[in-house]
């Protein structure tokens, strides 16, 4: 039994019943989904992006090293909207990243090794296959988006309240600042 919705990140959910692998009725379960608009919107919100306009996962799950221990293979393909770090401008990127995780019941850790593969705790016999893509799009996602003419000499240009500062106009702000704490407040007053 599978389904939308009940995970742990709401945003984009889709358990899936371990069961019929448990059980040997199935030796893969096989899953392609795509965020709908409102499901990428939530997830756009939760990364802090500007947008996430395509989400596709592929994955296949079957038995693991160990009893009770399942294999998820995958493949997530998704367009991020993310802003610049030079110019605050968005920029479209483009990711599609595999992932080969060991999936254990979250009260059997003594066994897992720092050294072995990546791993993900799954518990009540379901794993939620949408939260576990949504985890590998977050480290997959560029830290510093940039434009690809993007200059730090455009940053000033910006006309967004950022600017680049020379060394000398640095220091001097750094001068500034050492001063009396109510200093900037005492010149307000005067200002009145």
Known sequence: MSGRGGGGGEEFSYRVSLTPLIAAAQKNIEASLEASEEERGGLAARFGIVALERFK???RLSAGPQRDWFRLVGEIEATPVQNCVVTLEPVTGEIRTGFDLVLVPEDQNEDI?????????YRDQEVDIGEVATVELALALDPYPR???????DAGSAGKGVAV???TE???????DRRAPFAALAELRKKE
Do not use: T, V
């Not at 090794?113 to 705790?121: A, L, Q, T």
């Not at 434009?147 to 000499?153: F, Q, R, S």
């Not at 640095?170 to 500034?176: D, G, I, K, M, V």
């Open 113 to 121: 090794s720092p050294e072995g593969p990546d791993f993900e705790y």
């Open 57 to 59: 996962i592929h994955a």
């Open 147 to 153: 434009k690809p003419d993007a200059e730090l000499d």
């Open 170 to 176: 640095y220091q001097s702000a750094q001068r500034n």
């Open 165 to 167: 500062l020379s060394e």
